[in-house]
């Protein structure tokens, strides 16, 4: 399996002004040798990490030999967001306020820098990765050959900035903050009808624990014992600053990004809807030819990325053959 491997950055000038005396971007590549082969970057989730492919990789359904994002013929890197913590607790960041998603799409574009790589194939990725990436795409307009923004949008609704104070309020002030956290957050990343279908209003066992609340406590149990609040408080922050007309003009901002745009949302997303979704996709289709829209049918909410293999197969399939 791919090992870890570090890039160490020093006074890192951040979107704010604040200068980080030091940031270390992880990473881990997988398939092909950078610069042999189309270059894929795979950018995680909130919880995520840069293990895509093998027995924990999150996105194994999609990447590997002979999978849609086939090792045998890409390059495939993936970066861990600095300060989540991944495998090395010596990259947490304390300081959570100061990043957003420009500055961590800036680090990953300094990562890129240093194999002397000047075009990417495909950048894609889900939720906060998605974010991410059309930083990067406002950053480097000409760089991406295909951006593949799933199930998440280019600038921060009301509704998510909302989400993720209440996240924020939990972090700061439970007794029990990751597993409390992780809680209220699963409600919003499935929906009524996928917890209503899963348990059935069914009891767990006699003590009159219900099968959703096991599920639920089940789930807070499983972050807090692989993830530190430090990350959590970063990762749920970033969620709410993108913004990739922060300082731009939004014509000239997507007038300029040459890539094939193709935007993937859940018909049922609550976190990010598919409505706001398609409203993007109009505002694109305004200046450029080169988007399309694809939605994924489930009753699962947010976390279909994650869930309808089948149909995320079927819709990248005509951009990685």
């Known amino acids: ?25 992880s990473y881990q590549l997988f398939g092909q040798a950078i610069g042999s082969a189309p270059l894929v970057i795979v950018n995680h989730a909130l919880t995520g990490n840069s293990q895509v492919l093998g027995e924990n990789g999150w996105w194994k359904s999609l990447i590997d030999d002979d999978k849609i994002i086939d090792t045998k013929k890409y390059a495939v890197l993936a970066f861990n967001i600095p300060g989540n913590g991944y495998q090395d607790e010596e990259n947490l960041i304390e300081n959570y306020q100061d990043f957003t998603t420009y500055d961590i799409a800036s680090l990953f574009w300094k990562g890129i820098d240093s194999f002397k790589v000047n075009q990417v194939f495909a950048v894609i990725g889900g939720s906060l990765g998605g974010a991410i990436a059309w930083e990067m795409a ?19 609704s009301d509704w998510l900035i909302g989400n993720v104070l209440i996240q924020d309020l939990i972090l700061n002030n439970s007794k029990n903050p990751i597993h409390d956290a992780r809680i209220q957050a699963m409600l919003l990343y499935r929906t009524p009808e996928s917890l209503q279908e899963k348990f059935q209003t069914k009891l767990q066992n006699s ?73 993007t996709f109009q505002e694109v289709k305004n200046y450029n030819n080169n988007a399309f829209y694809h939605e994924i049918k489930s009753i699962h909410g947010h976390d279909a990325f994650l869930i309808e293999f089948k149909q995320l197969n079927n819709i990248l399939k005509p951009i990685f053959n």
């Open 1 to 25: 399996m791919s090992t870890i491997q570090k890039i160490v950055f020093q006074n890192v000038l951040l979107q704010n002004g604040v200068v980080q005396s030091k940031v270390i971007l």
């Open 207 to 279: 003590d009159g624990l219900f099968q959703v609340e096991s599920w639920l406590l089940h789930h807070g149990e499983k972050l807090q014992n692989r993830f530190q609040l430090s990350a959590y408080k970063l990762m749920n922050h970033l969620l709410k600053t993108t913004d990739i007309f922060k300082n731009n003009n939004k014509s000239e901002v997507i007038k300029s990004i040459s890539s094939n745009i193709h935007l993937i949302s859940v018909d049922t997303d609550y976190f990010f809807t598919a409505n706001e979704i398609k409203i």
């Open 138 to 156: 406002a950053i480097r307009p000409k760089a991406i050959a295909n951006l593949i923004p799933v199930a998440t949008n280019w600038k921060a």
